[in-house]
T-cell receptor, first 113, second 114 residues
Framework: DTTVKQNPRYKLARVGKPVNLICSQT?????MYWYQKKPNQAPKLLLF???????READTFEKFQSSRPNNSFCSLYIGSAGLEYSAMYLC????????????FGPGTRLTVL | GDSVTQTEGQVALSEEDFLTIHCNYS??????LFWYVQYPGEGPQFLFR?????EKGSSRGFEATYDKGTTSFHLRKASVQESDSAVYYC?????????????FGIGTLLSVKP
């Protein structure tokens, strides 16, 4: 099974409220990623977990949090949503390093009002 | 920093037409290069990759050749089908960091008419 699951598929949030998105995989992949995709823009890496180590991109460091309670699950947390957070959020996973392909979930579409 | 440029934002073809989607990259060394395809309602799917100069990647009739000289990895297919309609992403693998990061192009929407 090469499926990456994401919940929910659609999320409506109010400005200033927290948002928590969930991703899971059963492939025993050691690395899990979160990307943000906005219209007419390339998917942008926000952060990733390599095993238990969280790596956040410099320009999104303070905007997003994440946790990985076990190998299969990874969450993306926004403490206070702003209108600029409206986007598609894609979760992906892979095994190891060195140019391997990533497996993507279907995404969560977040709309902040 | 490293980057990927896809020239075409949208491509409209008829079935059996020849497809080319241009991808150029900017990076040092020999990064891994990828093509991903995304169908409506799904996440991007790995199509193929190449890791060395002159290496050809291919899958499902699509192919691309790693060209270090022109820093390109153009996607080609000899005869497209309606079912090939999707968004195609070129991506570059950042081998320098742990975690195997991908840097994506903006994507090219391919529409194929029957």
């Amino acid at each position: 099974d090469t499926t990456v699951k994401q919940n929910p598929r659609y999320k409506l949030a109010r400005v200033g409220k927290p948002v928590n998105l969930i991703c899971s995989q059963t492939m025993n992949h050691d690395t899990m990623y979160w990307y943000q995709k906005k219209p007419n823009q390339a998917p942008k890496l926000l952060l990733f977990y390599y095993d238990k180590i969280l790596n956040r991109e410099a320009d999104t460091f303070e905007k997003f949090q994440s946790s990985r309670p076990n190998n299969s699950f990874c969450s993306l947390y926004i403490g206070s949503a702003g209108l600029e957070y409206s986007a598609m959020y894609l979760c992906a996973s892979t095994r190891g390093t060195g140019g391997r392909e990533q497996y993507f979930g279907p995404g969560t579409r977040l709309t902040v009002l | 920093g490293d980057s990927v440029t896809q020239t075409e934002g949208q491509v409209a073809l008829s079935e059996e037409d020849f497809l080319t989607i241009h991808c150029n990259y900017s990076a040092s060394g020999y990064p891994a290069l990828f093509w991903y395809v995304q169908y409506p309602g799904e996440g991007p799917q790995f199509l193929f990759r190449a890791s060395r100069d002159k290496e050809k990647g291919s899958s499902r009739g699509f192919e691309a050749t790693y060209d270090k000289g022109t820093t390109s990895f153009h996607l080609r297919k000899a005869s497209v089908q309606e079912s090939d309609s999707a968004v195609y992403y070129c991506a570059l693998g950042d081998r320098g960091s742990s975690g195997n990061k991908l840097i994506f192009g903006i994507g090219t929407l391919l529409s194929v008419k029957p």
